[in-house]
């Protein structure tokens, strides 16, 4: 790549005519929103939408992003202004964005006071968090806080400078109420089930575990809108960054690469007021429970089987996995015959059609969306993509056998070798308790004994359950045994 030149404020004006670019003055805008997690989702989906609203004209809306870890992506971003491309990709061609919604940008760990006074500032209406399923400190089987994390613990010793984005939810809170400032909304944008909620329950657990009195507060005056977040964003490579560059005539050494599918669905219960979404094609509804279940239990369940079995057949990417024989098949009947059935209606939601585009979406080759990407932080993800669903079968009777199989492809791929016995790369909270636990063991039995002794994934009733037992050790036996590739055959067709 040899374009120095780089995307900036300055440089806008030289993009070609055919890329979109935000159409608002830049200067202008106020940081009506501080955002927790500034990660490549956020980028693509929640900035997106509020680069619409800014260009409608409603200037309140600027975005502070903050890190909570790495200061990468602000040092990426400031030398551009904040801006940054947004490569919406399928098989019919690229559509390219730059978006201006940031208007700044705080690493936490370098500088908490300055992440603390980003949002205790009047003008801020909304704090709003991407920071994946682990960030919210909780046992995630039961969504409660976990007051043994080693950042709880520190937030709690040290509240005002905080670790955890729990920790500064919650002093901010407290300082804005000690300035006589109205309180912000929180929103969460995680793929948690009922996720306002589940912040909501942490943030008073943590506030209470402080001071009662302010944990009230957080109980009675926080909205905590629960949303249903949907854009598949795979990580950026350099052959990305060279391909924008390319097209920009700029450098942007940080853009997002995502499919041209979007979806928020919003419950609308926004204390200080919101951002008008909908102008950008959010949906605001009463309640948004069955749409997450929706998208959790078809969408994310499905994604966390084949990345597994994906894997652990050999194949780097989604797209990849999808044309191997047997798999689409497999993610078929687990969504018609296993989830499905779990789902309440959605006035409105045409099913059928929503499961084919998931298809279609898992298929898009021009996505490049690893495996492995997935496979990250399954003890967190499991209970409300698959365990969560397959509790609702067994209470009806019903069978769940393909459910059963992505759990236990998550623990042959939790074990840390691959069928080729090389290591696997595990990247997850538990890693450690996992290979520990796991250790010198080879049978089916054995290990999955040893791995749902895991509470905070599966609780004490799935363990306790023979049925769900004798499934999740049949299919890890098989895959054990015949692996990956011929274990999806059985299984679609069985
Ligand atoms: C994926 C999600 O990495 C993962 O676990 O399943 O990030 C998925 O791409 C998004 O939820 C799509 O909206």
Known sequence: MTTAKRLSNKTLGELPPAITRPAYDRSLIAPGIVHLGIGAFHRAHQAVYTDTVLGSGDLRWGIVGASLRSAETRDALAPQDGLYTVAARNGEGEQLRVVGSSSGLVVAPEDPQALL????????K?????VTEKGYCHAPASGTLDETHPDIRHDLAAPGSPHSAIGFVVEAIARRRAAGLAPFTLLSCDNLPANGRTLKNV???FAELRDPDLSRYVADEISCPSTMVDRIVPATTDPDRAAIAERLGLADTWPVMTEPFSQWVIEDDFSAGRPEWEEAGAIFVKDVDAYELMKLRLLNGSHSTLAYLGYLAGHETVAETMA????SELIKKLMDEEVSPTLPPLPGIDLTAYKADLLSRFRNSALRHRTW??????????PQRLLNTIRDRLGAGAPFSR?????AAWMRYACGTDEKGRQIDVRDPLAAAMRSRTQGMDTASELSGALLQLEQVFGIDLPANPEFRASVEMALGRLLRSGAAATVQHFRSS
């Open 324 to 327: 191997a024989p047997g798999f």
């Open 126 to 130: 909304l704090v709003s968090l991407t």
């Open 117 to 124: 006074t980003a949002m205790t500032r009047p003008e801020v």
């Open 373 to 382: 990407q997935i496979a990250m932080d399954g003890s967190q993800k499991l």
């Open 203 to 205: 943030a008073i657990r």
């Open 403 to 407: 459910l059963a199989l992505g759990v």
